[in-house]
């Protein structure tokens, strides 16, 4: 199908894309990459009178320190570029890990961080991988000015985020974990690779030389109608070593959390027995990543 | 024709300058005309196909700006001032084949054909990127694009053919 007609604005700063938004309200809709708005657009699940095109906004793009505990990615920054980026890759490698579940190359090379996030697909990944490591997302309107929200209070249901009716996501802040003996793991089941997972699941740990765990973080994605963390089952795993019967019990108890729901592909009870395994597979396969020769 | 909405005061048509397989076309559109729908139905170049329509099969891709993309998720309007090539720019004379589509040929890399525009213009994406992948890289390169025909077997013999050098001229 074809989308229902629309205005098109190509603002040439974010100051005038802001304007826009604050005219028109519902009726606008941003565009980035596009790769989730349009195929809405195509079969008519959504119809915006009004389409304002970030795309061109170069203070929205890029990828830049921020601070020695934070990477900034501007909000229209590609997902193709995030992936070929060799400082995220090496200060936040859980963005690569996601990466590698996410579309296809051709989409890759249109969709944006931001639009990602802000669309809210509980079973996306980057919404996953920013949420486990509660990155901060920056807004920006007219009426509000410059406001931050953690990605803990970020996701709020399927496609609904804390974004307002005229704000838009300008950057993203990843934070950074330091010092040595760091690893990440993402892993989902899908029912073709690139496709929104049935059930996701990723962690990031901290290993000390002793194999003992010092920092973690684990999360679930497509369990929900937005994804989840479980800062106090990752608590749990800190002061011990990473092995199996601890890292089946996390997940067991994660996975008794979750609200997953039924469709063509799985039922809640298959998708909570995939959780469990993946969740399971990615504590064993950051820790021995982070430490090889600790982990039996 | 239907008219944008009244609400924003936007124009309802837009001028677009497209640099397509090398050569610049201005044209008036629609903003709700799709990339594909440019291609196909302003400029003629019915090479690139629709299938879905919504980001899934892939048979629209087209080179943007020398990267792979969607035609079908773009608006022509955000492609102003682009260069886009489709399946028809990738032989280098007309009439020729380049070496993968000989390649396609070769080794039955098409039945109906209605995905092998998109799964061209994936696989020279590939292959100008990385000229000898190995399977895994060439199944990655053509996993957004669907073929209902050949079970995707012979597109990767094909690409595996094209990047050895051995291919016959069908073209």
């Known amino acids: ?296 | 024709m239907t008219q944008g909405p009244a609400t924003p005061a936007a124009p309802a048509h837009a001028t677009v300058a497209i640099t397509v397989n090398g050569r610049l076309h201005h044209r008036t559109v629609e903003p709700r005309t799709t990339l594909v729908d440019f291609l196909r139905e302003t400029l003629g170049l019915t090479g690139s196909h629709v299938g879905c329509e919504h980001d899934v099969c892939g048979a629209c891709a087209v080179l943007l700006d020398g990267d792979p993309v969607r035609a079908c998720c773009i608006f022509a309007v955000q492609a102003d001032g682009m260069s886009v090539t489709t399946v028809e720019g990738l032989a280098p004379e007309r009439g020729e084949f380049s070496a993968l589509q000989d390649a396609f040929c070769e080794a039955h890399a098409l039945q109906c054909g209605y995905c092998t525009p998109g799964m061209l213009i994936a696989c020279h994406d590939l292959l100008a990127r990385n000229p000898n992948p190995d399977e895994e890289a060439i199944r990655e390169a053509i996993g957004g694009n669907l073929c209902r025909c050949t079970g995707y077997q012979q597109i990767v013999d094909a690409v595996e053919l094209a990047a050895a050098g051995k291919v016959a001229v069908h073209g």
């Open chain 1, 1 to 296: 199908m074809k989308a229902a007609p629309f205005a098109y604005m190509h603002p040439e700063s974010l100051e005038q894309a802001l304007e826009a938004l604050t005219q028109h309200g519902a009726d606008a809709k941003l565009i980035a990459g596009g790769q989730s708005l349009v195929p809405m657009m195509a079969i008519r699940l959504t119809r915006p009178a009004c389409l304002v095109d970030v795309n061109r906004l170069p203070e929205l793009r890029g990828i830049t320190a921020a601070g020695p505990q934070h990477l900034r990615t501007g909000a229209t920054t590609r997902q193709r570029d995030l992936q070929e980026h060799l400082e995220l890759a090496r200060l936040v490698p859980l963005i690569g890990a996601a990466l590698h579940w996410v579309g296809h190359v051709q989409t890759r090379n249109r969709g944006t961080v931001g639009g990602s996030l802000v669309h809210a697909d509980p079973a996306a990944e980057l919404p996953l991988a920013a949420l486990l490591l509660n990155a901060r997302i920056h807004l920006r309107s007219q009426a509000m000015g410059e406001r931050t929200v953690q990605a803990s209070d970020f996701f709020i249901s399927p496609m609904f985020t804390a974004t307002g009716e005229t704000e838009c996501v300008t950057a993203i802040e990843w934070p950074v974990w330091d010092g040595p003996g760091i690893a990440c793991a993402f892993e989902e089941t899908a029912t073709r690779q690139g496709d929104f997972a049935i059930a996701a699941a990723a962690c990031q740990l901290q290993l000390d030389a002793a194999g003992i765990c010092r920092r973690a973080a684990v999360g679930l994605g497509g369990m929900a109608g937005t994804p989840l963390a479980f800062p106090d089952l990752a608590g749990k795993l800190v002061g011990q070593r990473v092995t199996r019967a601890p890292a089946r019990d996390i997940a067991e108890v994660a996975v008794r959390r979750t609200d997953p729901g039924s469709d063509l592909h799985a039922d809640p009870e298959y998708r909570r027995h995939l959780a469990a395994v993946l969740l399971t597979r990615v504590l064993l396969r950051a820790a021995a990543t982070a430490a090889p020769a600790l982990v039996a």
